[in-house]
């Protein structure tokens, strides 16, 4: 049985359908992909599986229960917790009160303050600084860091690299080895494939709210994969 | 949404209505005792000032606590003038719409600069000091506040129907003008506005100016309103036309009917003239009930009583309501 | 010197009203939500403090103490049970909210108490005085401002300092975000709520001990509290010290000049600051707390 696994979900804006009936398998210890273009449903997706979203149709199940309609800290509680897009730091408290937040989920792990600064040795010399004034790429630290702090079982990433410069996206993406050793099961969002690819076991393709490609990364064609993320024919 | 399955009636129908209701305000007078005409007249009065704040509050998203400010400023006008230089009132009703209009124009500027509860609260203390300001001064009458001179030389019927045309005028300006405006260019801008800043100007509307031009209308309506009232009761006093609990009846009006519909505050101000003929001699009772409705309705059906019935019936009667301040209450 | 006494005494009230104030832009600051009654709970905690304060042991002044604790119960229940089911994008519903529930707790006060003006009787306290350089002050202003000041520091030390701290600041940046890191923010709302009301409850009573009250007291209380919280700056801490001090002065001098004018001049100054800075007094120097 996996982990993480989402059955049919459907989940809507007012009139608006994101995501129309999509469905993934996370295994524990693995670290898979969600690809697409921009508006594809991905960050959807994620926000609906940490409950960020109300309206939804569809399971979602963590590790044998249904956790479709648990409110976001009860999943938060329960082992699953998201890295937001846009990094969304809690810009008036320092880089370690960020962190130090993440204590509120109670979850006693590998994962501590000490953990986090030697996997970003960076933020242990920014440790007072308020998070607002951080680049980019220190930003995207505390934010993947906070997460960790609640010593998740899952960890979905909303598009981590999304402006970032590719150095610090190469940085970022070395730490994910320590992090997934420690037995966390990562979620990626990537609107870069080569990185997506290189850096999961499987991918899943989003085009217009559904799956429309999975597979694992060295089954699938160049081909294949730009008709899954655009749209088009492939042509044989 | 439920908004495409809503009928609502033609504009021709509408514009039938508003003639009916014309005709039958037009002969009330020739038909109702002199007592009943009064009562008509505060009811009509008080309907418009609920009428006003949901203006306000539901089509261009200006909430205010002090609504009360120009009622009390209407009245004042009027008699003060008509008072000092022998005008007759009646042609000064007009006049102080024009006055609250210009006085509202003049705090727009500052008041604007704070948002939601801040504005609501600010205007609620320009109506403070301006209570103050007339309780000090001797001239317009202080504490005991100034009587209407200028009507005691004429007829009293003549007095009574005319206030009663009056008020009778601006409870139905109140209900077809402003489903005309809400059909309007200008109406359609009110909401963009009211509904969301940036993209209203993201489609070119001055945001600005179309707050202001609802907030400047808003406020003279009620500053006629007001004028034309206390017109009937023949005496002014900065405790009464400034008093807050204006702010509750208008409130309680259009909370429980319905904020930003047409319909809501008819059946607001209804159900408010009933409430207060059977609870009247309680007191406080009566005040707290009128609070208690306005909490149970926010928790149970914020959308007021009318916005229940439109969605239960499928149907309005004024088909102008857009979707409203909270009607988009969805998940971020 | 008389003019100096009056603005010593304009001080020491100025830490009152900062201290109404603070409950209000405390609230503001972390939920964004404007509790439209708190003028009346602030007389509610009046009342409470009149029927407590002959059974306090010491000095009747400590009855402070059990009417935050019963106001900060009572302002858990007011999040937990009511505004917490309006919240939303839209402010209107939770501003009617409160406002129908100010309407309610002001005319259920003047029907159980009766209009009457009441003030808490801290007994000879009330008469005692001290000369500092030369100006003859009261005591309970001085007591008052320095409760005042002890507060302010205090919350700003434990906001700072403290787990729940931490949480309230973080809910207050994005009440979204923390659910991720497992914090119930409805949860963490009540707190600050019943921390609003504590505070404001303090204020109320202190208020009731150097003057008197009555259940309409209400309405002007929450201009107060709503004038030192935008002349503060929407939510900057020390900016409300400083606005509550710009308020008690002014009203003190007013009234040496004119004796009837009441809070009018307090409400004129509010105007004038407003017109000058938009964003209050500090607005310009903006204390960081809590800044969104």
């Known amino acids: 049985m996996s982990l993480l696994s989402v059955e049919n979900l459907e989940v809507s804006y007012g009139d608006f359908q994101a995501v129309r009936g999509a469905s993934l398998e996370l295994e524990a210890g693995q670290t898979i992909a969600i690809i697409g273009a921009n508006g594809a449903g991905k960050s959807t997706l994620l926000n609906a599986i940490v409950g960020l979203?109300?309206?939804?149709?569809g399971t979602v199940r963590f590790d044998g229960q249904d956790?479709?309609?648990?409110?976001?800290?009860?999943?938060?509680?329960?082992?699953?917790?998201?890295?937001?897009?846009?990094?969304?730091?809690?810009?008036?408290?320092?880089?370690?009160?960020?962190?130090?937040?993440?204590?509120?989920?109670?979850?006693?792990?590998?994962?501590?303050?000490?953990?986090?600064?030697?996997?970003?040795?960076?933020?242990?010399?920014?440790?007072?600084?308020?998070?607002?004034?951080?680049?980019?790429?220190?930003?995207q630290m505390v934010s993947i860091g906070r997460a960790l702090m609640t010593n998740p079982r899952v960890l979905l990433c909303d598009e981590i690299s999304l402006g970032l410069a590719p150095k610090v996206i190469g940085d970022i993406y070395r730490c994910f080895d320590a992090i997934t050793a420690s037995g966390v099961s990562v979620v990626l969002i990537e609107q870069n494939v080569v990185q997506a690819c290189a850096a999961s076991g499987y991918v899943y393709c989003m085009l217009e709210g559904r799956i429309s490609l999975e597979g694992r990364p060295q089954d699938l064609t160049r081909a294949e994969i730009t008709a899954a993320y655009f749209g088009t024919e492939v042509r044989t | 949404m439920t908004r495409a399955s809503i009928s609502s009636p033609k504009p021709a129908l509408v514009a039938a209505a508003a003639a009916l209701s014309t005709i039958c305000l037009a002969l009330a007078p020739f038909v109702v005792r002199e007592g009943d005409l009064r009562l008509m007249i505060e009811i009509f009065a008080v309907f418009t000032f609920a009428q006003s704040w949901n203006f306000l509050a539901g089509y261009v998203g200006l909430m205010s606590f002090g609504q009360q400010l120009f009622i009390g400023l209407g009245a004042y006008f009027v008699f003060l003038i008509s008072g000092k230089a022998g005008i007759n009132p009646f042609l000064l009703l007009p006049l102080s719409f024009v006055f609250c209009a210009a006085f509202a124009a003049v705090c727009a500027p500052f008041v604007f600069r704070l948002r939601d509860a801040y504005f609501a609260i600010s205007i609620w203390v320009i109506a403070e000091v301006v209570r103050m300001f007339i309780s000090q001064k001797d001239w317009l009458g202080s504490v005991s506040g100034l009587p209407l001179v200028a009507t005691r030389g004429m007829d009293r019927t003549v007095v009574a129907n005319t206030t009663f045309y009056f008020v009778a005028a601006l409870a139905l300006i109140s209900v077809f003008g402003l489903y005309a405006l809400s059909r309007s260019r200008m109406g359609l801008a009110l909401a963009a506005v009211r509904d969301n800043e940036g993209s209203a100007a993201a489609v070119g509307i001055n945001v600005w100016w179309t707050r202001f031009f609802g907030f400047v209308l808003g406020s003279g309506l009620a500053g006629i309103a007001g004028a034309t009232y206390y017109m009937s009761v023949f005496h002014v006093e900065p405790g009464g036309a400034f008093d807050p609990n204006w702010m509750v009846i208008m409130l309680f009006i259009v909370i429980i009917g319905g904020v930003g519909t047409i319909e809501g505050p008819i059946i607001g101000t209804t159900i408010y003239f009933l409430f207060r003929a059977w609870f009247a001699g309680t007191g406080n009772l009566y005040l707290m009930l009128l609070g208690a409705a306005a909490v149970v309705t926010m928790l149970v059906a914020p959308k007021g009583i009318w916005g229940v019935l439109r969605s239960r019936l499928g149907f309005e009667l004024f088909g102008t309501r857009r979707l409203g301040p909270t009607n988009h209450r969805s998940s971020p | 010197m008389i003019w100096l006494e009056t603005i010593a005494n304009g001080i020491f009230l100025g830490g009152l009203y900062a201290l109404i104030g603070l409950g209000l832009g405390f609230a503001f600051?972390?939920?964004?939500?404007?509790?439209?009654?708190?003028?009346?709970?602030?007389?509610?905690?009046?009342?409470?403090?009149?029927?407590?304060?002959?059974?306090?042991?010491?000095?009747?002044?400590l009855v402070i103490i059990p009417v935050a604790v019963v106001a900060f119960l009572i302002g858990m229940a007011l999040q937990w049970l009511l505004v917490n089911r309006v919240l939303g994008h839209d402010q209107i519903p939770q501003i009617?909210?409160?406002?129908?529930?100010a309407i309610v707790l002001r005319n259920g006060m003047v029907a159980g108490f009766g209009a009457n003006s009441q003030s808490i009787d801290v007994g000879e306290m009330r008469f005692w005085g001290f000369?500092?350089?030369?100006?003859?002050?009261g005591v309970l202003p001085a007591l008052v401002l320095v409760i005042a000041i002890v507060?302010?520091?205090?919350?700003?030390?434990?906001?700072?300092?403290?787990?729940?701290?931490?949480?309230?600041?973080?809910?207050?940046?994005?009440?979204?975000?923390?659910?991720?890191?497992?914090?119930?923010?409805?949860?963490?709302?009540?707190?600050?709520?019943?921390?609003?009301?504590?505070l404001s409850a303090v204020a109320g009573v202190l208020l009731a001990m150097r003057g008197s009250f009555t259940p309409y007291s209400g309405s002007d209380r929450l201009l107060i509290a709503f004038e030192v919280v935008v002349i503060g700056g929407l939510g900057s801490f020390w900016g409300m010290f400083l606005g509550g001090m710009v308020l008690g002065v002014t009203q003190l001098i007013a009234l040496k000049l004119d004796p009837t004018s009441g809070l009018m001049y307090g409400h004129i100054v509010f105007f004038i600051i407003l017109i000058l800075s938009p964003n209050g007094l500090a607005g310009a120097f903006r204390n960081a707390v809590f800044r969104k």
């Open chain 1, 67 to 139: 956790i479709t309609h648990l409110r976001t800290d009860r999943i938060a509680r329960a082992g699953i917790t998201m890295v937001p897009e846009g990094r969304r730091l809690f810009g008036t408290l320092t880089v370690e009160d960020n962190l130090m937040v993440g204590l509120a989920a109670e979850r006693p792990g590998p994962w501590t303050i000490e953990a986090i600064y030697q996997l970003f040795p960076r933020l242990g010399e920014l440790r007072s600084m308020v998070a607002g004034s951080l680049s980019g790429g220190q930003q």
């Open chain 3, 29 to 61: 600051g972390v939920m964004r939500v404007v509790n439209v009654a708190q003028g009346d709970f602030i007389v509610a905690a009046a009342f409470i403090g009149l029927f407590l304060y002959p059974w306090t042991p010491v000095h009747p002044i």
């Open chain 3, 131 to 137: 000369d500092f350089l030369g100006l003859r002050l």
């Open chain 1, 53 to 57: 979203n109300s309206q939804k149709r």
């Open chain 3, 96 to 101: 009617l909210l409160t406002f129908g529930l």
């Open chain 3, 151 to 198: 507060l302010f520091a205090a919350l700003h030390l434990w906001l700072h300092r403290s787990r729940l701290g931490r949480l309230i600041r973080a809910t207050a940046d994005d009440y979204q975000i923390v659910q991720l890191q497992g914090v119930n923010y409805r949860k963490v709302y009540a707190v600050a709520m019943g921390l609003a009301m504590a």
